[in-house]
């Protein structure tokens, strides 16, 4: 019997494991452990487990059409894992398990403790890195040393897919007529614990059905302009498959197949050579992941920056949290992230900037708020994003460099369009004051006043880099 281990990869199309399981000919199995004390440990947003347990209610179906029985186990965390899988491939007289690779510190503790136990059964453990379009240990620098420079990285990554980039190949034929979705009452049980507003799971659509559908629609309409509305969030321009591609419900061969496919038409080329940027991106943050696992250990990626003293102020952490900060833009963008479950890039580089460096507060306070909120919470992009925000990490904004919360708003919201969609209380106000309600306090008295004043802010993040830096280097002068 061969088993498929589904973890973050919830789709049967373009899904290398299942298609290698089904090929061996025998009867295949799937499995899928449901961790909640993880989630809670891992601060996993009650919308994104909803999305996932809603897209495995689909996955049971599509198995079961393909001959394959999903079984679902309820184990706590990762540390359980082991010894249930263990006592599952005994019980169903599995000798080979197929499953897709993944990279965070934990996964890859959880899967080497698995690796260890299966080979005491005798049973075959198959990784696959299906989750990324290049695998994380395949680039190395000219002194064999991981990229930590996106541009270099992007150069090789391009390289490299022109060379090996294959389709995903169709599924081969099952052995079986029709499965059964033995975990189903399990799911239902769990979807039922959870306790999400309906306000919020009403904006997403589950399961890998919806995401290729949603993939297509981007190609056909929005992907030709992707480079030049990509920044506006006002506008609908983005793919907003991220939720898709980190729960795999969608694989991201199949996005980088499609935006190939449209660059054979001239007029789409130029977007989808933008969009595949992303996609590198995507893999960049993930290779990072792979290869430093202090990053998943709530370490900076620059040891320098550990020295930082930031301030401890809960009243502007809740302030930032709750959208009230009194610069539009960042209180719009926070309003967004609570009410639907997701930010646009642009906003989630500048609330992540904001927080960490107009407010002075530890980026680690703002990564777990957004995993606590977003439905693509992705340990690798979310820590990529904020510590490239906060210039703590690989390839990060020079420290230097801080955003200005009005100027960004002037030119990614010119209209404030929305802005005055999530700040009801600046709607009155004309395109100029809308991004500094301050200057026409009559006309917008329910809004806060700034909680700090933007002039200044880059002068205290020198003095406090600077001050890191010489920390840190007496503490290895001390050393050496
Ligand atoms: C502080 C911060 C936190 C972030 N947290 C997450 C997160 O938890 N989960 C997440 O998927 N992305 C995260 N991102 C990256 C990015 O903001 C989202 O992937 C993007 O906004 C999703 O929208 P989209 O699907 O419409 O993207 P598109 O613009 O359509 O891009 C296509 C895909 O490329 C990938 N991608 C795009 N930008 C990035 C990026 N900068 N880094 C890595 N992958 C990228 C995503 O998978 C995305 O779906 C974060 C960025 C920042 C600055």
Same mark, same amino acid.
């Given at each position: 019997?061969?088993?498929?281990?589904?973890?973050?990869?919830?789709?049967?199309?373009a899904h290398r494991p299942l298609a290698?399981?089904?090929?061996?000919?025998?009867?295949?199995?799937?499995?899928?452990?449901?961790?909640?004390?993880?989630?809670?440990?891992?601060?996993?947003?009650?919308?994104?487990?909803?999305?996932?347990?809603?897209?495995?209610?689909?996955?049971?179906? *599509?198995?079961?059409?393909?001959?394959?029985?999903?079984?679902?186990?309820?184990?706590?965390?990762?540390?359980?894992?082991?010894?249930?899988?263990?006592?599952?491939?005994?019980?169903?007289?599995?000798?080979? #398990?197929?499953?897709?690779?993944?990279?965070?510190? !934990?996964?890859?503790?959880? =899967?080497?403790?698995?690796?260890?136990?299966?080979e005491a059964l005798g049973v075959s453990?198959?990784?696959?890195?299906?989750?990324?379009?290049?695998?994380?240990?395949?680039? !190395?620098?000219?002194?064999?040393? &991981?990229?930590?420079?996106?541009?270099?990285?992007?150069?090789?990554?391009?390289?490299?897919?022109?060379?090996?980039?294959?389709? &995903?190949?169709?599924?081969?034929?099952?052995?079986?007529?029709?499965?059964?979705?033995?975990?189903?009452?399990?799911?239902?049980?769990?979807?039922?614990?959870?306790?999400?507003?309906?306000?919020?799971?009403?904006?997403?659509?589950?399961?890998?059905?919806?995401?290729?559908?949603?993939?297509?629609?981007?190609?056909?309409?929005?992907?030709?302009?992707?480079?030049?509305?990509?920044?506006?969030?006002?506008?609908?321009?983005?793919?907003?498959?991220?939720?898709?591609?980190?729960?795999?419900?969608?694989?991201?061969?199949?996005?980088?197949?499609?935006?190939?496919?449209?660059?054979?038409?001239?007029?789409?080329?130029?977007?989808? %050579?933008?969009?595949?940027?992303?996609?590198?991106?995507?893999?960049?943050?993930?290779? #990072?992941?792979?290869?430093?696992?202090? #990053?998943?250990?709530?370490?900076?990626?620059?040891?320098?920056?550990?020295?930082?003293?930031? =301030?401890?102020?809960?009243?502007?952490?809740?302030?930032?949290?709750?959208?009230?900060?009194?610069?539009?833009?960042?209180?719009?963008?926070?309003?967004?992230?609570? %009410?639907?479950?997701?930010?646009?890039?642009?906003?989630?580089?500048?609330?992540?900037?904001?927080?960490?460096?107009?407010? $002075?507060?530890? $980026?680690?306070?703002?990564?777990?708020?957004?995993?606590?909120?977003? #439905? =693509?919470?992705?340990?690798?992009?979310?820590?990529?994003?904020?510590?490239? *925000?906060?210039?703590?990490?690989?390839?990060?904004?020079?420290?230097?460099?801080?955003? !200005?919360?009005?100027?960004?708003?002037?030119?990614?919201?010119?209209?404030?369009?929305?802005?005055?969609?999530?700040?009801?209380?600046?709607?009155?106000?004309?395109?100029?004051?809308?991004?500094?309600?301050?200057?026409?306090?009559?006309?917008?008295?329910?809004?806060?006043?700034?909680?700090?004043?933007?002039?200044?802010?880059?002068?205290?993040?020198?003095?406090?880099?600077?001050?890191?830096?010489?920390?840190? =280097?007496?503490?290895?002068?001390?050393?050496?």
């Amino acid at each position: 019997m061969n088993l498929v281990w589904y973890r973050n990869d919830l789709r049967v199309h373009a899904h290398r494991p299942l298609a290698q399981a089904l090929a061996q000919g025998e009867p295949v199995l799937a499995l899928y452990c449901l961790c909640p004390a993880q989630w809670d440990e891992h601060g996993v947003a009650p919308l994104r487990r909803w999305y996932v347990l809603e897209s495995l209610r689909e996955l049971g179906a *599509s198995l079961a059409s393909l001959g394959v029985d999903l079984h679902v186990l309820e184990v706590g965390d990762f540390a359980a894992v082991p010894d249930a899988l263990a006592s599952f491939v005994q019980a169903h007289g599995v000798h080979r #398990i197929y499953c897709s690779r993944e990279y965070p510190l !934990n996964e890859l503790e959880r =899967d080497r403790a698995v690796a260890a136990h299966m080979e005491a059964l005798g049973v075959s453990l198959h990784g696959s890195d299906d989750s990324v379009l290049v695998p994380p240990r395949t680039l !190395n620098t000219g002194k064999g040393t &991981p990229y930590t420079v996106f541009s270099a990285y992007k150069r090789r990554w391009d390289a490299w897919l022109d060379d090996h980039f294959s389709a &995903p190949a169709a599924l081969p034929a099952p052995a079986k007529k029709s499965g059964h979705f033995v975990g189903k009452p399990l799911v239902e049980r769990a979807l039922k614990a959870l306790s999400v507003a309906p306000s919020l799971t009403a904006k997403w659509q589950s399961g890998e059905k919806a995401a290729l559908k949603q993939l297509d629609h981007f190609v056909q309409t929005r992907l030709a302009d992707y480079r030049r509305y990509r920044d506006f969030p006002a506008l609908d321009a983005t793919s907003s498959l991220s939720v898709a591609l980190s729960a795999g419900t969608l694989s991201p061969a199949s996005c980088y197949r499609a935006a190939r496919e449209a660059m054979a038409d001239a007029g789409q080329r130029d977007g989808a %050579a933008c969009w595949i940027g992303e996609l590198a991106w995507r893999d960049f943050y993930r290779q #990072i992941m792979a290869r430093f696992p202090r #990053i998943s250990q709530g370490r900076a990626f620059r040891p320098e920056t550990e020295w930082l003293q930031w =301030d401890d102020d809960d009243e502007r952490f809740a302030a930032w949290c709750e959208g009230r900060t009194g610069y539009p833009l960042v209180d719009a963008a926070m309003r967004q992230l609570v %009410a639907t479950g997701w930010m646009h890039n642009r906003l989630r580089m500048v609330t992540a900037m904001f927080l960490s460096k107009h407010l $002075w507060l530890d $980026w680690r306070r703002g990564e777990a708020f957004f995993m606590q909120h977003l #439905i =693509d919470g992705d340990f690798a992009a979310n820590n990529g994003g904020w510590q490239w *925000s906060a210039s703590t990490g690989t390839d990060a904004v020079p420290y230097f460099r801080v955003f !200005n919360p009005v100027r960004q708003s002037q030119r990614f919201d010119p209209q404030g369009r929305f802005i005055a969609h999530w700040v009801p209380a600046l709607r009155e106000l004309d395109d100029k004051s809308i991004h500094e309600p301050w200057k026409q306090p009559l006309l917008a008295p329910d809004y806060p006043p700034p909680v700090v004043e933007h002039q200044g802010v880059r002068e205290r993040v020198t003095r406090e880099f600077k001050a890191a830096k010489a920390l840190h =280097d007496q503490q290895e002068n001390t050393q050496a």
